[in-house]
């Protein structure tokens, strides 16, 4: 029976969590797998989809590729773990003319005949069966797989497929995603997610000095971070009162460090009224100048009760671009729409700010006020 073999990564290295973690990695496998038909099943060390339609097989594949947990996955021919059936099985693989080699794994240590002998008496069946087919145990152009488990089936196959790994999502937790219609945050979410972090995600727009197509753009990438974060809450809010306060009440070159403050500052209050457990923002050290480590203490200084979480804080741009390539947002983050951070943006912004200084120019404005007024302009998207 031909079946999709799954192997999961990290688990083991949790000990008395692992439970919980499979748990949450099967659910999660579930989820994905909604609507196509299919059966599971566990054996120790790998999970086995069976009974679906052969023309399903390529999108199980491609759903299974984004499940956060999984570490790969072979399409594999199922066979109760004889010496009889492998050796049939075996008997059909054809490599004429190609060199090839056989890797044996014999999870149930009771099958009769060692990895050694019968990687050895398997490889001289397909010498046989093709002509001008020879060995090559460092670079075989075709790989025959025998893997024998304890649920006394043998998998053959000779492909793997590389999945996410990453912790399943949801075993870390949940925070908010500072979502722009860049290139990082949609990067930073993917990123956080891979570690286990469900994610819900919140957008500042400027309407009208932000277009509705740069309101559509992030409806995109949320669309397309989907695949990989599963369904998600975007909260939408405008930031156009703010910008304007700002712009008229405090000093240009601190407009950007306060902007950033009242973001973390309304960014926090949907966190702790949704029980979300961090903030998740695309920042990159030294990238522009709100991301210094002077500017990311100013501006992250106003979260109290929860981490910030920067997952590209380290990153070279051209390794961002390649993730947001990989997971298919970096065309839609290229489109030029305006994003609200660049509608105001003063000449001169302060690379190295200071608490003292954005507090003086904060006093210029009602800040409580502010944050309640975004708040009460949300939106809440379902991405579903
Ligand atoms: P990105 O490519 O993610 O937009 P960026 O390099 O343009 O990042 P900034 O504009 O300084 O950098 O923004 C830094 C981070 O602040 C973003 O990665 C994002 O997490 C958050 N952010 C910026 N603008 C917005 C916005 N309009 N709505 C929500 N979050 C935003
Ligand atoms: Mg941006």
Redesign the pocket.
């Known amino acids: 029976m031909r079946v999709l073999l799954l192997r999961f990564g990290e688990l083991y290295l949790k000990g008395d969590n692992r439970r919980i973690f499979e748990d949450i990695l099967i659910y999660n496998i579930q989820n994905a797998l909604e609507g196509l038909k299919h059966s599971f099943s566990k054996t120790f060390g790998r999970y086995v989809i069976s009974d679906y339609d052969d023309s399903d097989e390529d999108i199980l594949v491609e759903r299974l590729t984004k499940v956060f947990g999984l570490h790969s996955l072979s399409k594999a021919e199922q066979i109760n773990a004889s010496e009889e059936e492998i050796t049939s099985e075996i008997a059909k693989i054809k490599c004429e003319n190609k060199s090839f080699k056989v890797f044996v794994k014999r999870a149930d240590k009771n099958f009769p005949i060692s990895s050694m002998d019968l990687a050895k008496r398997m490889g001289e069946l397909i010498l046989r069966n093709n002509s001008g087919s020879w060995v090559d145990l460092y670079h075989p152009e075709v790989e025959v797989h025998i893997d024998i488990r304890l649920n006394k089936k043998a998998y053959i196959f000779s492909d793997t497929i590389k999945c996410q790994g990453g912790l399943p999502l949801g075993c870390s937790g949940k925070g908010l995603?500072?979502?722009?219609?860049?290139?990082?945050?949609?990067?930073?979410g993917y990123l956080i997610a891979k570690r286990g972090l469900k994610i819900d995600?919140?957008?500042?727009?400027?309407y009208p000095y932000?277009s509705i197509e740069a309101k559509e753009k992030?409806l995109v990438l949320a669309e397309k971070l989907k695949s990989y974060v599963g369904p998600f809450k975007l909260h939408v809010?405008s930031?156009t009162r703010v910008q304007e306060a700002i712009h008229a009440y405090c000093a240009p070159e601190y407009m950007?460090t306060i902007m950033?403050r009242i973001?973390m500052r309304v960014?926090e209050r949907i966190c702790i009224e949704n029980s979300l457990g961090a903030i998740?923002?695309?920042?990159?050290l030294g990238?522009?100048?709100?991301?210094t480590m002077q500017s990311m203490t100013v501006t992250g200084g106003v979260v109290k009760n929860i981490p910030i979480f920067?997952p590209?804080i380290a990153m070279d741009k051209e390794d961002?671009i390649k993730i947001a390539n990989d997971i298919d947002t970096f065309q839609t983050?290229i489109l030029p729409y305006e994003?609200?951070?660049?509608v105001f943006l003063p000449k001169n912004p302060v690379i190295k700010p200071n608490i003292e200084k954005a507090e003086k120019e904060e006093k210029f404005l009602d800040i409580e006020q502010l944050v309640s007024e975004c708040l009460n302009t949300r939106e809440i998207i379902e991405i579903k």
């Open positions: 995603l500072l979502l722009s219609g860049g290139i990082d945050s949609p990067v930073s995600a919140l957008h500042f727009q400027s932000t992030v809010v930031f950007i950033r973001m960014a998740i923002t695309g920042e990159s990238q522009v100048a709100s991301q920067r590209c961002i983050s994003d609200c951070c660049t």
